[in-house]
Each structure stands twice: as C-alpha cells, then as structure tokens.
C-alpha cells in the first residue's frame, strides 16, 4: 500500500473513532445525565446510552436521593 493512501484514510479513520469513544456516556437506569450544549434544550438520558461532542457539549446528571452530580 502506500503510504499516502494510509496517512489520508487509516489515520483519521482512527482519530474519528477515538474522537466518538471519548464522548460516550452511558447512565444508569436510576440517574439522568443532561446534555447541554449546542442546541437550546439539553437531551436527557434516563438508563440509556448517547454521544456528546467533546468542548461543545457538557453533562450533567443527578439522582433524587444525591442532589445534582457534576
């Protein structure tokens, strides 16, 4: 193969996925996570898993007996 080929495909293909790996949340079924951020309401995750765009969006979660977790 050549090298081109691996630098402009292989390479960003990895940091793409690295990229998506580190903005994976999953919560807990008794927990929320609100994601906030880009848009002007937050997506909240009740016993689910999602995707937030590092330094874009942020999390937040809380459970009813622990008060707000951030």
Do not use: E
């Amino acid at each position: 193969m050549d090298l081109k080929i691996i630098v402009t495909i292989v390479i960003p293909l990895i940091l793409l996925c690295a990229i998506l790996a580190m903005g994976y949340v999953k919560a807990p079924p008794d927990f929320a996570f609100i994601i906030s951020g880009l848009s002007k309401s937050g997506r909240v995750l009740i016993g689910r898993a999602g995707l937030k765009i590092q330094r874009w969006q942020h999390r937040a979660g809380s459970t009813p007996a622990s008060g707000t977790k951030f």
